[in-house]
């Protein structure tokens, strides 16, 4: 397994020169990415303005208590894990500063002409008001009332390490030859918010040890503590454009990822092999602290959980 960095193979940990390589952003949730070249780190979320905006499987005019959705796929949130329908949904968003916010849909058996632009609520909005045509539109395309609430602290899966999620691109790569799939493929399936470059596959197994433990890693001024792999889902086993299922992709995934990992990876966390990226939190000392694409990345020693 050999990553590069520039003309250079990056093969052993020796040889790592970590860099921020991408960020990847969520403004809603299950649906396209945006890949800005800096932002924000926040208390409440993992990046300002991600997964600022979600859709529920119900009317605007149920009530919402956020604390209580589901986002493990059996209610509330429309998601990957739940319809394949969201796979088929083609997302542009629009920032506050372009006249926004708002996000552009289409389906992705249409063309781009068929594009239509609906306003997405800011603070203090009547959030229902607002999202009415975009309520109807995407009820009309899921066929059942749905809905899209607003929630500033992020609608994230992870509810206690909901900081930014951190994986290779060495990694990615390496995935994707296991099934035949692109780099892009793989970004868009996993879906990780930051993305490592100059690293050989799986360095961010790194930061996660044993229980009760955290790994500080430094992302240009920031500092984020890396707790835990992340368990997959169903999700990346479906192609991000049609959902068609990759035959037998949990089953080649494990096989591939007990043949392929490295011995840093070994800990109590890492329970089975079905797990990929780091889940992280952002402590108080760097909320409001900005990473860019390109930043030094470095891993600065283990701390208490």
């Not at 299950?30 to 990046?47: F, I, K, Q, Y």
């Not at 059942?144 to 609608?155: E, I, K, W, Y």
């Not at 240009?220 to 890396?226: D, K, S």
Request: glycine share 8%.
């Amino acid at each position: 397994m050999t990553a590069w960095r520039g003309d250079h193979p990056v093969s052993t940990l020796a040889d790592a020169d970590p860099v921020l390589a991408a960020i990847q952003r969520f403004p809603v949730k299950s649906l396209d990415p945006e890949r800005p070249n800096r932002a924000t780190l926040v208390a409440a979320g993992a990046l300002e303005g991600d997964r600022e905006w979600a859709i529920l499987d119900r009317p605007a005019s149920e009530p919402y208590d956020p604390a209580t959705a589901d986002v493990g796929g059996s209610g509330d949130y429309v998601n990957g894990k739940k319809t394949d329908d969201v796979h088929r949904l083609r997302s542009t968003f629009v920032p506050a500063a372009d006249g926004g916010p708002a996000v552009g849909l289409r389906r992705n058996d249409t063309s781009a002409d068929e594009r239509r632009e609906f306003a997405l609520a800011q603070a203090g909005a009547d959030v229902d008001s607002v999202h009415e045509p975009l309520n109807q539109w995407l009820s009309a395309y899921f066929g059942r009332p749905v809905s899209v609430r607003r929630d500033a602290s992020g609608h994230h899966d992870d509810r206690e390490r909901h900081g930014p999620t951190i994986i290779s691109t060495a990694t990615l790569r390496e995935v994707a030859a296991w099934f035949g799939f692109d780099l892009e493929s793989a970004r868009r399936r996993f879906r990780a918010t930051l993305e490592i470059g100059g690293v050989p596959p799986f360095w961010e197994d790194q930061l996660f040890v044993d229980s009760g433990s955290v790994v500080r890693v430094a992302v240009g001024e920031a500092t984020i503590e890396g707790i835990h792999p992340c368990q997959r889902c169903v999700v990346p086993g479906r192609d991000p454009d049609t959902g068609e299922r990759t035959a037998e992709f949990r089953e080649t995934f494990i096989r591939q990822r007990q043949a392929t990992k490295p011995a840093w990876t070994d800990c109590d966390r890492f329970d089975h092999a079905f797990r990929l990226m780091v889940n992280t939190r952002v402590p108080e000392q760097s909320v409001g602290t900005t990473v860019t694409v390109g930043d030094d990345v470095e891993i600065l020693g283990e701390g208490p959980e």
